[in-house]
């Protein structure tokens, strides 16, 4: 069974600029789970879809990130404009549905801001 | 205090030693408890999930949960090098509809050869 995908692995930007990443979920998989990890701390949930739909974004900092999940499958998160802060892994997970189901995570995007 | 305290480390072991990483946490609605383990540059991988309190052994692994002292546990039995990495543990509410998890910052742990 494959993992979840993600891409690209490395990016490295100016502040100010845009950056998008892209989440492909394990296949059946109905809940997608975006993830900050800041260097030396634990994944912080930014956003979590079930299906196409957003089920919690409240720790999203909505002036500057946006993420979208359509169809139900693929996801991409976006940040615009980039401040030096937003340096960190992002990582997606999946799981079967919501609740207590293992959530499986992706590799993760690093993302240095300059 | 933040929800979920973890000790970073660096832990550094010898090969064959026993571990024992902990964390603890301040929300009692907490009643999942997992480890995950994270190699460097990859993604975490569940290691251990236990419901409520008690133990849950799997091979070298052991969690315990003690929700009394709001207290969790993992131990590593004859630790190997390919042991090495960070572990986080994570909990979550059950019910609350999103469950989402809390992670701890994660523990640094070395095996020596």
């Known amino acids: 069974e494959a993992g979840v995908a993600q891409s690209p692995r490395y990016k490295i930007i100016e502040k100010r600029q845009s950056v998008a990443f892209w989440c492909n979920p394990i296949?059946?998989?109905?809940?997608l789970y975006w993830y900050q990890q800041i260097l030396g701390q634990g994944p912080k949930l930014l956003i979590q879809?079930?299906?196409?739909?957003?089920?919690?974004d409240s720790q999203l900092p909505k002036d500057r990130f946006s993420a979208e999940r359509l169809k139900g499958v693929d996801s991409t998160l976006k940040i615009q404009p980039a401040k030096l802060e937003d340096s960190a892994v992002y990582l997606c997970?999946?799981?079967?549905?919501?609740?207590?189901?293992?959530?499986?995570f992706g590799p993760g995007t690093r993302l240095t801001v300059l | 205090q933040k929800e979920v305290e973890q000790d970073p480390g660096p832990l550094s072991v010898p090969e064959g030693a026993i571990v024992s990483l902990n964390c603890t946490y301040s929300?009692?609605?907490?009643?999942?408890f997992m480890w995950y383990r994270q190699y460097s540059r990859k993604g975490p991988e569940l290691l251990m999930y236990?419901?409520?309190?008690g133990n849950k052994e799997d091979g070298r692994f052991t969690a315990q949960v003690d929700k009394s002292s709001k207290y969790i546990s993992l131990f590593i039995r004859d630790s190997q090098p390919s042991d090495s990495a960070t572990y986080l543990c994570?909990?979550?509410?059950?019910?609350?509809?999103?469950?989402?998890?809390?992670f701890g910052k994660g523990t640094r742990l070395s095996v020596i050869a």
């Open positions: 997970a999946s799981s079967l549905a919501r609740g207590t189901d293992t959530q499986y």
């Open positions: 296949s059946g998989h109905a809940t």
């Open positions: 879809f079930q299906n196409n739909g957003v089920v919690d």
């Open positions: 929300n009692s609605a907490f009643q999942y």
């Open positions: 236990t419901y409520s309190s």
């Open positions: 994570a909990m979550s509410v059950p019910n609350s509809g999103n469950t989402p998890l809390v």
